[in-house]
């Protein structure tokens, strides 16, 4: 297990390199050019100066999360091939500063979706939720509620620009049924994985969040039978799987540790978080610890402990503690996040010793 700390940049994050070098056990630095949009060219010059940055305080650079896919590539425009040979240079680029692995998803339209990013818990702290109910016919009310409560920073996925151009996307995306997108994902990959396996770069796609379709768009990484076809699009070890455990633990019907044994020598970054599903099927999420949540987080450690898991690991999402959430980006505070680790490191540590011991 090689854990990873995700970081948005200098100026672009509240936490710094020196406050993650703090929490025991971070390795990596996962990171991105976070000011490009999907599609656009990421030059050279700055990909050094923040592997530089990264590498000065004894980091790895190993992950990138993301390299944004643009959306001609999914809806298969025939302006796709320009932007797959742009994405084919960012990976070639990508691969002389250290990096492995590229975080990726295939989500149409929205990255992840959630109705409220702050919601309380009982205990006073707060967390992204969804609400079933809360999603109305009119993706508009979601998009504006999202950015009004992003405060301004910049969050992936959620490119104002991008949105405020809806529903020509929702046209564009009118006959992309998930067969078309599967095909779509296909054609990206065929034409991807052989300069992957050339320089030496894993790719791993991130499942969709939540793991069901919605506003009629498709989503396709969202169970154990749409990764499995997946893998089978192209089955080479550098067509991979970030396996979130907070996307798909969003289904109660994914069985998580389950699918991290059948999966493991495909899973290339590992996003390890806990979220509470409620009977209506609500989830907010919660503490890493499996007590707190619907995600037995312990036994999913376990799977990768069992399986000698040797790929990136990093806490996903953390609640907002301690009134952090007036100056951090949803999700990605730092106190929740530096005790996720711990929790994860911790049951690690105890199955290696037990491991150690003669035990099995
Ligand atoms: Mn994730």
Redesign the pocket.
Known sequence: MNMTWRWYGEGNDDITLDHIRQIPGVMGIVWSLHDKVAGEEWDMAKIQEVADQITSKGFSTAVVESVNVHDDIKIGLPSRDKYIDIYIDTIKKLSKVGVKVICYNFMPIFD?TRTELYKELPDGSNALFYEKAAITDNPQEMVDRILQGSKNFTMPGWEPERLSKLDELFKAYENVTEEVLFDNLKYFLERIIPVCEEYDVKMAI??D?PAWPIFGLPRIIRSRNHIRRFLDLVDSPYNGL?F????LGSNPENDLPAMIREFHDRIHFA?I?NVKVFENGDFIEVSHRGQDGSVDVAEVVKAYHENGFIGYVRP??GRHLWGEEKHCRPGYGLYDRALGIMYLLGVWDSLENEKNKGGK
């Open positions: 992840w991130h499942p969040d970030t979130c455990t907070g996307s996003h978080r996903d999402h």
